[in-house]
């Protein structure tokens, strides 16, 4: 086993708040991973504080590649998140050109609860479409997916055949591997749901229900993931680990009932992840 990988993590840092690089770093760390954060945008807290203050680091990314480039970094996957600006779609494309050898994944964080996030325009969604494109693995939730997709986002439960349908419909714009997260099916169950186009395998991983929306629970699902296929697990192993470490993290911060905004308390969970257990959860959809 490779015990220097290396992720470059193309997302932003927000100070208060959980979520992306702040989640992203410890769990990749815990799990062995190296993690080279490239910070697209500076907040103060996350978009979901009211009068958040922000820098837009888009003139950074480019020069930070070519020092990268300058001195032979090899990283092993190139990861995004939030972006900022069009013009970051483009630096995005650029990292994973540069790296033609490692696992590209795109979380095309634009938003969640069918509405984009308020620093996401049309044409920022559109451009994300791209690069989705041209990833190896997606991980939008029910919203992104739509928008990727064109479609209305779903006010009911879906049927298998409907998940499978936009499963294939977003690896046929691009990338070998799909996963969705927080579907609400037919039958009344909550799953994340993966798509492997090479073997043509439909996984589900049901996970309960919590009365609680928590900022950064999509940083924290995709970043386990991405870390567990780092290492070689297989799809339905790395969707069931990564549902996993988030039920439990989501579970242990709903029990003191914080404030939603600040987060999922994560840190006290991250144990669970060093013992990197082999998981039967997943089933096929």
């Keep these: 086993m490779n015990q220097n990988l290396k992720v470059a993590a193309i997302h932003d840092i927000s100070g208060v708040g959980r979520c992306s690089l702040t989640v992203i ?31 837009d680091l888009t003139d950074y990314i480019d020069p ?35 790296y033609p050898n490692a696992l590209k994944v795109c979380d095309p964080v634009m938003g969640d609860n069918g509405k984009p996030y308020k620093t996401y ?12 494109a041209v990833a190896d693995i997606i991980t939008p939730n029910l919203t992104e997916a739509s928008i990727l997709l064109g479609e209305k986002y779903p ?39 993966g798509y492997d186009r090479e073997t043509n395998t439909f996984w589900k991983v049901n996970c309960d229900y ?3 929306h928590y900022s950064g629970s999509g940083d924290m699902f995709s970043s386990v993931l991405v870390g567990g296929i780092a290492k070689g697990d297989s799809l339905p192993i790395a969707i069931d680990r990564a549902t ?24 006290p969970c991250l144990k669970w992840l060093t013992d990197y257990q082999v998981l039967r959860n997943f089933k096929t959809l």
């Design 121 to 132: 325009t049309n044409e920022l969604c559109n451009r994300m479409v791209e690069l989705a």
């Design 25 to 55: 770093i410890p769990i990749l760390s815990a799990m062995g991973i190296q993690v080279c954060p490239v910070p697209t945008v500076v907040l103060s807290a996350h978009t979901g504080y009211n009068g958040f203050v922000m820098r």
């Design 64 to 98: 930070a590649l070519a020092h990268y480039k300058q001195m032979k970094i090899k990283f092993d996957c190139i990861y995004s998140g939030f972006l900022a600006s069009d013009e970051q779609i483009d630096h995005c494309r650029d990292f994973f050109n540069a």
């Design 210 to 212: 919590v009365p609680r």
């Design 155 to 193: 006010t009911a439960q879906l049927r298998t055949t409907e998940v499978k349908s936009w499963l294939v419909r977003l690896s046929e714009k691009g990338p070998k591997t799909v996963v969705i997260t927080t579907v609400p099916l037919a039958d009344g169950s909550i799953c994340n749901v």
């Design 244 to 267: 996993s470490f988030t039920e439990l993290a989501i579970k242990t911060t709903f029990s003191y009932q914080t404030d939603t905004r600040d987060g999922i308390i994560f840190e």
